[in-house]
């Protein structure tokens, strides 16, 4: 993660690159072993030679690829209920250990919490924790809310932990 996220960041796709994805892909050019995959970007472009022969090689590899997205489904979707969950990003190492990023950028309005925004994202993060041994949550807040409601956080994120999620709350400011 980079920083404390400035209240100006338009939108969750802003945020996610500039504070989950764009680190995260700078941290595992230190890291071959890692196989790490995001949502495809906008430019569609593939790695070069094949996800395949890129893998470990950082120079050929590129973020976003939707050849190494569409290949990262059979290990790390998490099918529940008749449905398919997908994530923000995803990381496999050597030993098929893997990892799930969840990103959610909310905003508080007119003293008005994102509370069905928080909810579905903590329940997309117990969802990835069916299907990876590691799940980080990282959620921006822009705003400021009226009142402290801190009561149940520290139980919220110890039940949280025991699942093997972990949730990151960034304050904007």
Same mark, same amino acid.
């Given at each position: 993660?980079?920083?404390?996220?400035?209240?100006?960041?338009?939108?969750?796709?802003?945020?996610?690159?500039?504070?989950?994805?764009?680190?995260?892909?700078?941290?595992?050019?230190?890291?071959?072993?890692?196989?790490?995959?995001?949502?495809?970007?906008?430019?569609?472009?593939?790695?070069?030679?094949?996800?395949?022969?890129?893998?470990?090689?950082?120079?050929?590899?590129?973020?976003?690829?939707?050849?190494?997205?569409?290949?990262?489904?059979?290990?790390?979707?998490?099918?529940?209920?008749?449905?398919?969950?997908?994530?923000?990003?995803?990381?496999?190492?050597?030993?098929?250990?893997?990892?799930?990023?969840?990103?959610?950028?909310?905003?508080?309005? #007119?003293? =008005?919490?994102?509370?069905? &925004?928080?909810?579905?994202?903590?329940?997309?993060?117990? @969802?990835? %924790?069916? +299907?990876?041994?590691?799940?980080?949550?990282?959620?921006?807040?822009? #705003?400021? =809310?009226?009142?402290?409601? &801190?009561?149940?956080?520290?139980?919220?994120?110890?039940? @949280?932990? %025991?699942? +093997?999620?972990?949730?990151?709350?960034?304050?904007?400011?």
């Amino acid at each position: 993660m980079s920083g404390t996220p400035s209240a100006t960041i338009k939108n969750e796709a802003q945020f996610e690159l500039e504070h989950v994805i764009g680190p995260a892909w700078e941290l595992a050019k230190y890291h071959p072993e890692i196989v790490l995959c995001v949502h495809p970007s906008k430019s569609r472009k593939s790695c070069e030679g094949g996800c395949d022969k890129a893998v470990g090689d950082t120079v050929r590899r590129v973020c976003g690829c939707p050849q190494c997205w569409k290949g990262s489904k059979a290990w790390s979707v998490v099918d529940a209920y008749g449905l398919r969950h997908n994530f923000d990003l995803v990381a496999r190492d050597a030993r098929g250990q893997s990892l799930a990023v969840e990103v959610k950028w909310l905003s508080f309005s #007119g003293g =008005r919490g994102p509370n069905s &925004e928080f909810q579905r994202f903590v329940g997309q993060c117990a @969802l990835a %924790a069916a +299907g990876h041994a590691i799940v980080l949550g990282i959620c921006g807040i822009r #705003g400021k =809310r009226d009142k402290a409601f &801190e009561k149940h956080t520290e139980n919220v994120a110890r039940k @949280l932990k %025991a699942i +093997g999620v972990q949730l990151i709350i960034l304050p904007a400011r």
